[in-house]
C-alpha cells in the first residue's frame, strides 16, 4: 500500500481501543505481583478452594446488552448477575480483528492478537478452502466411540498464557473445564493443560476432543455428548417462548428480508433442526453445553482444589449470522438463554457451593444491511454511542474474492495460483507468489488492488504487510496505553497493528471493511449479519461480574473498561493476583 493511502487512512479511521501490545502501553498498566505458590498444591488445610465460571455469549455486542438486558424477566439469569455483581456496560477490546477465536484468546489472556498469534479464525488449507486456525494435523479427533483419523485442533498457535494455564501452573490439580460449540471457543480459554475441553463436531453430531488434550473421552460426557443425546435435544422444534414478548420487543417482522435457510431450519417459526449442523443454531444447543457442564462438576469438583469452568454459548453467533441481531429469533434466543444461564448458575451453587461468575463476549455485531427499521432508532437525532453506521452496509464473500483474485492475478502473472485464499480479514498469498521476482510481485499486487478496488462500497481499505512491518512499531509506541486506550479515539491502523504480528502466518493484505459491511460468515451466503471490524459496535462488548463479598452488587459501570479487566478479575478470583477483583475492576476504567 502507497502512504499516501495509509496517510489517508489515519485520517478517516476513528475509534477506540483497549489491550496491551506495546511497551509503552504495558508500562501504563503494571500487572499486579503473582501470589505466593501454593504450598500443598490446594487450597489450605480445612478451606474451601475458590470456583470461578467464566462465560461467553458469542456475538453478545454491548449495544443488545444495553438495550435489552433489563428487558429480560427479574428471574431469570442475566437479573441475577445483575442484582448480585457489577455490570461495566461497555467493555471495549483494542484490536481490529473482531471474530471468535481472536476474542475468545484476549478475553483469556489479557493481550491483543498481535501477541496471542491467534490472528483469524480460519486460515486456508492447501485447496485454498478456509480451515480452523486451530487445526493441528498432529492430533486426532476423540468422539465418544474413541480415537478416530480425522484431524484434531489444539492450542498449539496460542503464544501467551492464558488464566487457566496459570491456574494449572500454580496447583497442577486445579480442574479446568472448558466447553462450547466451537472448537475456538473451548480451546483458547482452556489453554494448553485443561482437564477436559470438549466442542461440538457437526459432521458426527457429537460432542468431541483432541489427542492434543486427551487420549480418552471423559467417562462423565459419553452420554450427554453423544450424537444420539443431541439427537434427541434437536427433535423439539425451537418454538417462540413467549410471542407476546417478542412481538412487544422486535422492531422487525418474523421472516424479515435478509434472513437465511440453514439446512432447512426454515425463516420462521417453529424451527425444526433437522440435521447435526443446524443444532448449533438452536437454542437446544446451550441446554447441552450446561448438562455437560454439571456432569462435570458432579464427577469431578473436590473441595479442596480450584475450579474454572469455562463455557462458550456460540449458538447466539450462529443464530444471528442466519437471522441477523434485530430478529424475532434473536430476541427469543436471548430469553431461552436466559433460562439456561439461571440453570447454571443455580446448578453450580448447588453442586460446588458459592461461586464466582464472568459473562462476557467475544465480539460484537451489526444489523443486517436490509434492517432499516432495526437503525431507525439510533439515526433519528443523538449519535450513536457504538457508533452504529446509518448507511446500509454489504457482505464481502471470501470465495467469490479469492477466485476472481486468483484469475485478476494469473491474468497479470500468467501461471500460479498465485493467490492461495481469502479468509477473513486476509488475503493470502502462495508461497509461489511471494517468492516472485520484485516486478512481477507488484504486477500482482497491482492486479489484486484493482479486483479489491471494485468492492469500494464495502471495503475501506487495504493493507499490505509490509507496511504494517514498518509502520507498526511506530504507531504502537505512540498509542494510548491501559486502561486510557479503552476511552481513545484510537485510528484504525492502530487497531489493525494490534491484530497482526510479522511471524504467525497472518495473510499478505488486511481487508478493512467500510462500516455496516462485513465478510459474509456463509452460514448461508449472501444472508444474515455478521462482525470483525474495527470498529465501535463490533469492539464494545458488556461484562458482568457476580462474586458475593469481591464485587459490588447491583453496581453499573458506565465509563469504558480495557478488554484485559476479563482476564485480570478471573485471575484474582481464583487468588492467582493479589489485587482485589473490585480494585482491578476499578483500575481497568478509563475515566
Given at each position: 500500500?502507497?502512504?499516501?493511502?495509509?496517510l489517508?487512512?489515519?485520517?478517516?479511521?476513528?475509534l477506540?481501543?483497549?489491550?496491551?501490545?506495546s511497551?509503552?502501553e504495558?508500562?501504563?498498566?503494571?500487572?499486579?505481583?503473582p501470589?505466593?505458590?501454593?504450598?500443598?498444591?490446594?487450597?489450605?488445610?480445612?478451606?474451601r478452594?475458590?470456583v470461578v465460571?467464566g462465560?461467553?455469549?458469542?456475538?453478545?455486542?454491548?449495544?443488545?446488552a444495553?438495550?435489552?438486558?433489563?428487558?429480560?424477566?427479574?428471574?431469570?439469569?442475566?437479573?441475577?448477575?445483575?442484582r448480585?455483581?457489577?455490570?461495566?456496560?461497555?467493555?471495549?477490546?483494542?484490536?481490529?480483528?473482531?471474530?471468535?477465536?481472536?476474542?475468545?484468546?484476549?478475553?483469556?489472556?489479557g493481550?491483543?492478537?498481535?501477541?496471542?498469534?491467534i490472528f483469524?479464525?480460519?486460515?486456508?488449507?492447501?485447496?485454498?478452502?478456509r480451515?480452523?486456525?486451530l487445526?493441528?494435523?498432529?492430533?486426532?479427533?476423540?468422539?465418544p466411540?474413541?480415537?478416530?483419523?480425522r484431524?484434531?485442533?489444539?492450542?498449539?498457535r496460542?503464544?501467551?498464557?492464558?488464566?487457566?494455564?496459570?491456574?494449572?501452573?500454580?496447583d497442577?490439580?486445579?480442574?479446568?473445564?472448558?466447553?462450547s460449540?466451537?472448537d475456538?471457543?473451548a480451546?483458547?480459554p482452556a489453554?494448553k493443560?485443561?482437564?477436559?475441553?470438549?466442542?461440538?463436531?457437526?459432521?458426527s453430531?457429537s460432542?468431541?476432543?483432541?489427542t492434543a488434550?486427551?487420549?480418552?473421552?471423559?467417562?462423565?460426557?459419553?452420554s450427554l455428548g453423544?450424537?444420539a443425546?443431541?439427537?434427541?435435544?434437536r427433535?423439539?422444534?425451537w418454538?417462540?417462548?413467549?410471542?407476546?414478548?417478542?412481538?412487544?420487543?422486535?422492531?422487525t417482522?418474523?421472516?424479515?428480508?435478509?434472513?437465511?435457510?440453514?439446512e432447512?431450519?426454515g425463516?420462521?417459526f417453529?424451527?425444526l433442526?433437522?440435521?447435526?449442523?443446524?443444532?448449533?443454531a438452536?437454542?437446544?444447543?446451550?441446554?447441552?453445553?450446561?448438562?455437560?457442564?454439571l456432569?462435570?462438576?458432579d464427577?469431578?469438583?473436590?473441595?479442596?482444589?480450584?475450579t474454572?469452568?469455562?463455557?462458550s454459548?456460540?449458538?447466539?453467533?450462529?443464530?444471528?449470522?442466519?437471522?441477523?441481531?434485530?430478529?424475532?429469533?434473536?430476541?427469543?434466543?436471548l430469553?431461552?438463554?436466559?433460562?439456561?444461564?439461571a440453570?447454571?448458575?443455580?446448578?453450580?451453587?448447588?453442586?460446588?457451593g458459592?461461586a464466582?461468575?464472568?459473562?462476557?463476549?467475544?465480539?460484537?455485531?451489526v444489523?443486517?444491511p436490509?434492517s432499516?427499521?432495526?437503525?431507525k432508532?439510533?439515526?433519528a437525532?443523538?449519535p450513536?454511542a457504538?457508533?452504529?453506521?446509518c448507511r446500509?452496509?454489504?457482505r464481502?464473500?471470501?470465495?467469490?474474492?479469492?477466485?476472481?483474485?486468483?484469475?485478476?492475478?494469473s491474468?497479470?502473472?500468467?501461471?500460479?495460483?498465485?493467490v492461495?485464499g481469502v479468509?477473513?480479514?486476509?488475503v493470502?498469498?502462495?508461497?509461489?507468489?511471494?517468492?516472485?521476482?520484485a516486478?512481477?510481485?507488484a504486477?500482482?499486487?497491482?492486479?489484486?488492488?484493482?479486483?479489491?478496488?471494485k468492492?469500494?462500497?464495502a471495503?475501506?481499505?487495504?493493507?499490505?504487510?509490509?507496511?504494517?512491518?514498518?509502520e507498526c512499531?511506530?504507531?504502537?509506541?505512540?498509542a494510548a496505553?491501559i486502561?486510557?486506550?479503552?476511552?481513545?479515539r484510537?485510528?484504525?491502523l492502530?487497531l489493525?497493528?494490534?491484530?497482526?504480528?510479522?511471524?504467525?502466518?497472518?495473510?499478505?493484505?488486511?481487508?478493512?471493511p467500510r462500516?455496516?459491511?462485513?465478510?459474509?460468515?456463509?452460514?448461508?451466503p449472501?444472508?444474515?449479519?455478521?462482525?470483525?471490524?474495527p470498529f465501535?459496535y463490533d469492539?464494545?462488548?458488556?461484562?458482568?461480574?457476580?462474586?458475593?463479598?469481591?464485587?459490588?452488587?447491583?453496581?453499573?459501570?458506565e465509563?469504558?473498561?480495557?478488554?484485559?479487566?476479563?482476564?485480570?478479575?478471573?485471575?484474582?478470583?481464583l487468588?492467582l493476583?493479589?489485587?482485589?477483583?473490585?480494585?482491578?475492576?476499578e483500575r481497568?476504567?478509563?475515566?
Open positions: 500500500m502507497r502512504r499516501a493511502s495509509v489517508a487512512l489515519l485520517v478517516s479511521g476513528s477506540s481501543a483497549a489491550c496491551r501490545p511497551p509503552a504495558a508500562t501504563s498498566a503494571p500487572a499486579a505481583p501470589a505466593p505458590p501454593s504450598t500443598d498444591g490446594g487450597a489450605p488445610r480445612g478451606a478452594a475458590p465460571v462465560i461467553v455469549v458469542d456475538q453478545l455486542s454491548a449495544w443488545i444495553s438495550s435489552r438486558l433489563d428487558e429480560l424477566p427479574k428471574d431469570g439469569g442475566f437479573a441475577r448477575l445483575l448480585e455483581g457489577t455490570w461495566a456496560r461497555s467493555m471495549r477490546y483494542a484490536h481490529a480483528v473482531t471474530d471468535t477465536a481472536p476474542g475468545h484468546a484476549a478475553l483469556q489472556t493481550a491483543v492478537p498481535a501477541e496471542t498469534g483469524a479464525n480460519e486460515v486456508p488449507d492447501e485447496k485454498g478452502e480451515i480452523s486456525i487445526r493441528d494435523p498432529d492430533t486426532r479427533l476423540v468422539t466411540e474413541g480415537v478416530v483419523a484431524e484434531g485442533s489444539s492450542a498449539k496460542l503464544r501467551t498464557k492464558t488464566v487457566a494455564d496459570r491456574l494449572r501452573e500454580k497442577p490439580r486445579a480442574l479446568v473445564v472448558s466447553l460449540l466451537k475456538r471457543g480451546i483458547l489453554g493443560r485443561p482437564s477436559h475441553v470438549l466442542w461440538y463436531d457437526a459432521s453430531g460432542f468431541v476432543t483432541s488434550f486427551a487420549d480418552a473421552y471423559p467417562r462423565w460426557a459419553v453423544s450424537a443425546a443431541n439427537e434427541e435435544r427433535r423439539a422444534p418454538e417462540l417462548l413467549d410471542p407476546s414478548w417478542v412481538r412487544a420487543h422486535a422492531v417482522p418474523d421472516d424479515a428480508a435478509g434472513e437465511g435457510d440453514f432447512g431450519l425463516r420462521v417453529p424451527h433442526a433437522k440435521t447435526p449442523g443446524s443444532f448449533r438452536v437454542p437446544a444447543s446451550d441446554v447441552a453445553l450446561v448438562d455437560l457442564a456432569a462435570a462438576l464427577a469431578e469438583h473436590d473441595p479442596s482444589r480450584p474454572l469452568l469455562l463455557v454459548f456460540s449458538a447466539h453467533d450462529i443464530m444471528s449470522h442466519i437471522f441477523g441481531p434485530d430478529s424475532w429469533e434473536a430476541w427469543d434466543y430469553r431461552r438463554l436466559d433460562v439456561s444461564l440453570r447454571l448458575v443455580d446448578g453450580v451453587e448447588k453442586k460446588a458459592p464466582s461468575f464472568l459473562l462476557s463476549a467475544d465480539h460484537g455485531d444489523s443486517m436490509e432499516e427499521a432495526a437503525r432508532p439510533y439515526c437525532g443523538t450513536d457504538f457508533e452504529r453506521p446500509e452496509g454489504r464481502l464473500s471470501s470465495d467469490t474474492l479469492r477466485d476472481e483474485l486468483r484469475r485478476a492475478t491474468k497479470a502473472v500468467p501461471g500460479g495460483p498465485w492461495a479468509a477473513d480479514p486476509y493470502h498469498l502462495t508461497p509461489a507468489a511471494r517468492a516472485l521476482p516486478a512481477k510481485r504486477a500482482i499486487e497491482e492486479a489484486l488492488r484493482a479486483r479489491l478496488a468492492e469500494k462500497d471495503i475501506q481499505d487495504v493493507l499490505d504487510v509490509a507496511l504494517l512491518a514498518v512499531p511506530k504507531r504502537l509506541a505512540g496505553g486502561p486510557k486506550r479503552a476511552a481513545a484510537e485510528d484504525v492502530t489493525v497493528c494490534r491484530s497482526w504480528a510479522p511471524d504467525v502466518g497472518a495473510g499478505d493484505y488486511y481487508v478493512v462500516p455496516g459491511s462485513f465478510f459474509d460468515a456463509d452460514y448461508t449472501g444472508f444474515g449479519a455478521s462482525h470483525g471490524t465501535l469492539r464494545t462488548v458488556p461484562l458482568l461480574v457476580r462474586a458475593r463479598g469481591a464485587i459490588d452488587e447491583g453496581k453499573r459501570i465509563e469504558p473498561v480495557d478488554f484485559s479487566a476479563y482476564a485480570a478479575v478471573e485471575a484474582a478470583l487468588g493476583d493479589r489485587e482485589p477483583p473490585r480494585d482491578v475492576l481497568l476504567r478509563a475515566r
